[in-house]
């Protein structure tokens, strides 16, 4: 029940998207007016979920000025999961072994959905950079011979969940995905965009 319409803060500024980041452009983001867009991701509802919730998970559509082609469309679905680590879920109280610690919790979280969706594919570990985590991580599965990347996460940046009004000791790991990579992959889906007779409509065709 979360509204695709955010502002502009909820959309970047509470996920510390600096003000020059390229996603910030009119030619990225669908500006309806000066306070308010069409969320580019569900990450810019995690501020107000966070401040109720511990665990949860987000998934809806979200809009970018992408280029029509068979892979990409202004309109996909993106999921978005988080999970919140109080002191007492760890054994060792140094925070650095608890940084360790939630970001291995995320990386099996992760490889245990990807080996049941797809199978004892082979997996690999990229380093990667995101203004709302860290540290940051790309999953990427060897997929027909191809090394295809899957989705993004890390741990949560603590700026964010101090401003969520949680504990200073509380850690918490952060992971988006784009729902249609993933069925395109699954379900062998390719993008078709017909323009015959004005028809502009959306197609998925199997493979």
């Known amino acids: 029940q979360l509204s695709p319409i955010v502002t502009i803060e909820e959309n970047f500024d509470s996920v510390l998207v600096p003000p020059n980041h390229v996603s910030r452009k009119k ?49 996909f679905h993106q999921m978005e999961a988080v999970r919140v680590f109080q002191p007492e879920h760890f054994a060792v109280p140094q925070h650095d072994v608890q940084m360790v610690q939630t970001a291995n919790d995320l990386k099996l979280t992760l490889e245990g959905l990807v080996k049941h969706l797809f199978g004892a594919v082979e997996m690999r570990w990229i380093d990667a950079y995101f203004p709302f985590t860290f540290p940051s991580f790309e999953l990427e599965i060897l997929y027909e011979g191809k090394w295809l990347e899957m989705l993004g996460c890390g741990v949560l940046h ?9 504990k200073p000791d509380e850690i918490a790991w952060a992971a988006g ?31």
Do not use: W
Request: glycine share 6%; charged share 25%; net charge negative.
């Open 177 to 207: 995905l784009g729902l249609e990579r993933f069925a395109m992959k699954l379900f062998d889906i390719r993008l078709s965009y017909p323009n015959m007779l004005g028809d502009c409509s959306l197609y998925f065709l199997l493979g």
């Open 27 to 75: 030619s990225d983001t669908y500006y309806l007016n000066k306070k308010q867009v069409l969320r580019t991701h569900t990450t810019a509802h995690e501020m107000e979920l966070l401040a109720g919730h511990d665990e949860f998970i987000t998934s809806g559509d979200v809009y970018r000025r992408d280029e029509i082609d068979q892979y990409h469309y202004p309109v």
């Open 158 to 166: 603590p700026t964010i969940l101090k401003n969520a009004g949680k």
